[in-house]
């Protein structure tokens, strides 16, 4: 079982706008703003998308972005592209046992 | 520009030994800390250990503990992962990634770029 949840997957149209949310607890998201996105494709690398809640890496597209309200942040994807369909994981620091922690990824269609 | 090439994988039998590499080119390696991060077919990313630019600090995931060793040389601009008693669930390939800071001393997941991976299949 991951540390953070995410849900397993979430869908939109192009054009659209959608949220993925990333629930931890006072001792990972909530007590740290050490919260990064990243975007895989199959068989590809991870790519970082946002750090630190939400800031976007040199190169990352404006229709990115990142915030945090709590224990649960969230990766928004506006103006949802075909090249935006890919897996979306969650991470954060966690103090609990001084390490990082992934979220179980969620799997984003563009319909 | 940045590249991160990972070595070593392969199939070890349960109990046994395995290290990887990870030659880094493209920046100053000696600035940077990396980690290792692994992810089992099919499944999730994974943090696997971190170790700080000049070697002082390292911390490794619960499930690695005792286990794993992550070094660096500086001298080679080369990362490794030394992986002893091996276990079924440690098949994954193992990425190492770059901290987007430098000179960093505290433990952040950011991490870019990252290498290809190699694969690490743990069977008898």
């Known amino acids: 079982q991951s540390a953070l949840t995410q849900p397993a997957s979430v869908s939109g149209s192009p054009g659209q706008s959608i949220t993925i949310s990333c629930t931890g607890t006072?001792?990972?998201?909530?007590?740290?703003?050490?919260v990064s996105w990243y975007q895989q494709h199959p068989g590809k690398a991870p790519k970082l998308m946002i750090y630190?809640?939400?800031n976007r890496p040199s190169g990352v597209s404006n229709r990115f972005s990142g915030s945090k309200s709590g224990n649960t942040a969230s990766l928004t994807i506006s103006g949802l592209q075909a090249e935006d369909e890919a897996d979306y994981y969650c991470?954060?620091?966690?103090?609990?046992?001084?390490?990082?922690?992934f979220g179980g990824g969620t799997k984003l269609t563009v319909l | 520009q940045v590249q991160l090439v990972e070595s070593g994988g392969g199939v070890v039998q349960p109990g046994g030994s395995l290290r990887l590499s990870c030659a880094a080119s493209g920046f100053t390696f000696s600035s940077y800390g990396m980690h290792w991060v692994r992810q089992a077919p099919g499944k999730g990313l994974e943090w696997v250990a971190f170790?700080?630019?000049?070697?002082?600090?390292?911390y490794y995931a619960d499930s690695v503990k005792g286990r794993f060793t992550i070094s660096r040389d500086n001298s080679k601009n080369t990362l490794y992962l030394q992986m002893n008693s091996l276990r079924a669930e440690d098949t994954a390939v193992y990425y190492c990634a770059k901290d987007r800071l430098a000179y960093s001393i505290e433990l952040r997941p950011s991490f870019d770029p990252w290498g290809q991976g190699t694969l690490v299949t743990v069977s008898s």
């Open positions: 991470s954060s620091y966690t103090s609990s046992s001084t390490s990082v922690v």
């Open positions: 170790i700080r630019y000049d070697g002082s600090n390292k």
């Open positions: 630190d809640v939400s």
């Open positions: 006072s001792s990972d998201v909530g007590g740290y703003n050490y």
